[in-house]
């Protein structure tokens, strides 16, 4: 993180998740985390943020990073290459990261963009879902994750397992920024649901 050997990062206050730490000194060793709370040990460099507070990185559970705000959401996706669209949702983790967000689980997008991003040590952790499941003409049907019937929604399940997808999403009912279906209606009956979660289970099993 600053380079090789032991360092410590003090500053005013120290919040470990809980409560606030004594201490609030984080101490590294070549970049890893090894101590919380701990005096320095001697002959480490410490480096004084002076009037901060450290605490550890916040966790954004529900994202689309390649979504970027401008327009309604079929806009935002419309008329971009999927090489692009990849950019953008890298240039999104990035600000992330820079606002301390360490961990994101990003639950739709466009072609498995964002799955291709997992790699990348310069971003937060992602956990990533690839397109969202939905009706035809459903929520986020411009993500390309369409399934007319039972069967083909559990395929699409069994498809982002193939791609090492870390979560599924479905979209069960409508939502509010797609108005081909509303919000208090089902886009999938609860059999369908647990039929492709249920095989999908299974299929782990066996591997």
């Known amino acids: 993180m600053?380079?090789?050997?032991?360092?410590a990062l003090r500053a005013r206050r120290l919040f470990d998740g809980v409560a606030s730490v004594p201490e609030p000194i984080?101490?590294?060793?070549?970049?890893?985390?090894?101590?919380?709370?701990?005096?320095?040990?001697?002959?480490?460099?410490?480096?004084d943020l002076g009037d901060v507070t450290l605490l550890p990185g916040l966790i954004?559970?529900?994202?689309?990073?390649?979504?970027?705000?401008?327009?309604?959401?079929?806009?935002q996706v419309t008329d971009i290459s999927d090489d692009d669209l990849?950019?953008?949702?890298?240039?999104?983790?990035?600000?992330?990261?820079?606002?301390?967000?360490?961990?994101?689980?990003?639950?739709?997008?466009r072609n498995f963009v964002t799955v291709d991003l997992r790699d990348d040590l310069d971003?937060?952790?992602?956990?990533?879902?690839?397109?969202?499941?939905?009706?035809?003409?459903?929520?986020?049907?411009?993500?390309?994750?369409?399934?007319?019937?039972?069967?083909?929604?559990?395929?699409?399940?069994h498809e982002?397992?193939?791609?090492?997808?870390?979560?599924?999403?479905i979209m069960v009912t409508g939502g509010a920024l797609t108005p081909t279906f509303p919000m208090w209606e089902s886009q999938f009956g609860a059999a369908d649901v647990?039929?492709?979660a249920l095989s999908f289970v299974y299929s782990l099993d066996q591997r």
Not at 62 to 75: A, I, M, P, S, V
Not at 136 to 141: A, E, I, L, M, R
Not at 160 to 169: F, I, L, N, T
Request: proline content about 3%; overall charge neutral.
């Open 123 to 157: 971003l937060p952790t992602i956990l990533a879902s690839g397109p969202p499941l939905t009706a035809d003409g459903g929520h986020c049907w411009f993500l390309g994750g369409c399934c007319s019937d039972a069967s083909a929604l559990i395929e699409a399940v």
């Open 2 to 7: 600053y380079g090789s050997g032991m360092q």
């Open 160 to 169: 982002r397992k193939r791609r090492g997808c870390d979560v599924v999403k």
């Open 26 to 47: 984080v101490i590294f060793d070549q970049g890893s985390i090894v101590s919380v709370g701990s005096a320095a040990p001697r002959g480490a460099e410490v480096i």
């Open 194 to 196: 647990a039929t492709s």
């Open 60 to 75: 954004d559970t529900h994202q689309h990073l390649c979504f970027d705000g401008n327009g309604t959401l079929e806009q």
């Open 86 to 109: 990849g950019r953008r949702a890298r240039d999104n983790a990035k600000k992330a990261l820079r606002a301390g967000i360490t961990t994101i689980r990003d639950l739709g997008d």
